[in-house]
């Protein structure tokens, strides 16, 4: 599966900013999805996930309430909204796709996307 993150974009500590990842291929129900993010300077993090049906949700306790995960299995498409977003959410978001495993952990991810870029200013 081939995925293509976008949405990212420059905004004012507060704002709201909703990220895509459209996903090539027709199995895209068949995979976890998450996000991950990485700042300057630092390790790629694990953001959210979701599992294939939407049932199940995962955040990393820095985002949990501002960020929301979601997908719609018919446009081949996993969402994340952020909300009152702070300077330190500042990173390169990616999206990932996943067959089985940890959810939380990056090496479970078999597909990424490209990444894109979020500026948070202050």
């Known amino acids: 599966v081939q995925l293509q993150a976008s949405g990212g974009g420059l905004v004012q500590a507060g704002d709201s900013l909703r990220l895509s990842c459209a996903a090539s291929?027709?199995?895209?129900?068949?995979?976890?999805m998450g996000w991950f993010r990485q700042a300057p300077g630092k390790e790629r993090a694990f953001v959210a996930a979701?599992?294939?049906?939407?049932?199940?949700?995962y955040y990393a306790d820095s985002v949990k309430g501002r960020f929301t995960i979601s997908r719609d299995n018919a446009k081949n498409t996993v969402y994340l909204q952020m909300n009152s977003l702070k300077p330190e959410d500042a990173a390169v978001y990616y999206c990932?796709?996943?067959?089985?495993?940890?959810?939380?952990?990056?090496?479970?991810?078999?597909?990424w996307g490209q990444g894109t870029l979020v500026t948070v200013s202050s």
């Open positions: 990932a796709a996943a067959i089985s495993g940890n959810i939380r952990d990056q090496a479970t991810y078999n597909y």
């Open positions: 291929g027709r199995t895209f129900s068949s995979y976890i």
């Open positions: 979701i599992n294939r049906s939407g049932s199940s949700i």
